[in-house]
């Protein structure tokens, strides 16, 4: 079984057993969270559109992404300024969807 559940809205395509990076999320390492946001859920050949639906997912852990570098520069003024920024992204593990 598949589904399209939004978290924090973005939305995921997903199936038990994946793992994905969602935005943070403010839950401790190893809680269990339910989503009951399901867009869509695809069972064989089936398509619903049920509100009834839930995913169930297991926070591993808290990650940062890569760093991304700003910089700012003026011409002849000799202005240059570096700065640098890393988003946060939890860890999910997609348990079952039911």
């Known amino acids: 079984m598949k589904a399209l559940v939004e ?6 395509f997903v199936s038990a057993g994946d793992r994905i990076f969602v935005p943070t999320q403010k839950a401790p390492e190893g809680e269990t969270l339910t989503y009951d946001k399901v867009l869509l ?3 064989g050949t089936t398509t619903t559109l049920s509100p009834k639906v839930t995913v169930t997912a297991k926070v591993l852990a ?13 011409r002849r003024r000799r202005y240059r300024r570096t700065k640098g920024h890393r988003q946060g992204y939890t860890q999910l593990e ?3 969807i039911a």
């Open 41 to 43: 859920s695809i069972d």
């Open 7 to 12: 978290i924090s809205n973005k939305q995921f």
């Open 94 to 96: 997609i348990l079952s």
């Open 62 to 74: 808290h990650v940062k992404g890569e760093k991304v570098l700003v910089f700012k520069k003026k």
